[in-house]
């Protein structure tokens, strides 16, 4: 498989493992008790999350070249096809999607239980995974500003106030992406060493 297709095939499984998780936390919202604060713990609210995310990738379809978008749908189906006819492939690549999503969001729950302790984790849980595909609609590395503000309003639509939503979001980011960037940098620096030792 060519490092296209795996790209694609990466994509492709990381979208499926998305909104299959999506669609265990929305379930998981509907028929527990009191999961939500606010807006999430109806059945209306589920819908409007679901509406977003659907409305995000109609939006998506819509800007895009929609024939060169169906192209790549159908070569990283194929690519994703291929890919589970090997058992351990299969394994590997849906396991590390699942890996990501649950870590991002189980952070994201946590920062909020830990700066809302008086919460539930399911409603926050569908907030970071309703705002998400949202954010992607934006070319902003790492979703930077963008997912923040959609995060923050999913936390108020949650009934969170306004002072510990932000504070919630800011210690996801700190923890998810701007930690990360330190070691990264460091590691850069020395991969830029070693292939140009005369920088050295």
Do not use: C, N
């Amino acid at each position: 498989m060519s490092g296209t297709s795996s790209i694609r095939s990466v994509r492709a499984a990381g979208a499926l493992v998305h909104m299959f998780v999506f669609v265990l936390v929305a379930v998981g919202v509907l028929i527990a008790p009191h999961s939500g604060r606010g807006v999430f713990d109806t059945a209306a609210g589920v819908a409007g999350a679901l509406a977003v995310v659907l409305l995000a990738a109609g939006i998506a379809w819509w800007r895009s070249d929609r024939r060169r978008w169906a192209a790549q749908l159908r070569r990283g189906a194929r690519g994703l096809r291929d890919v589970l006819d090997s058992p351990a492939r299969a394994a590997r690549l849906l396991g590390g999607s699942a890996v990501v999503t649950l870590g991002y969001t189980v952070a994201f729950t946590g920062a909020t239980l830990t700066v809302i302790p008086h919460t539930a984790g399911l409603g926050a849980a569908l907030v970071y995974l309703a705002a998400l595909p949202v954010a992607s609609l934006l070319p902003v590395p790492g979703g930077v500003g963008v997912l923040d503000t959609l995060l923050v309003a999913g936390e108020l639509l949650d009934g969170a106030s306004i002072v510990p939503a932000i504070v919630a979001v800011l210690l996801f980011r700190l923890i998810t992406y701007w930690i990360v960037i330190v070691p990264g940098f460091f590691a850069y620096r020395r991969l830029t060493r070693e292939q140009d030792p005369e920088t050295a």
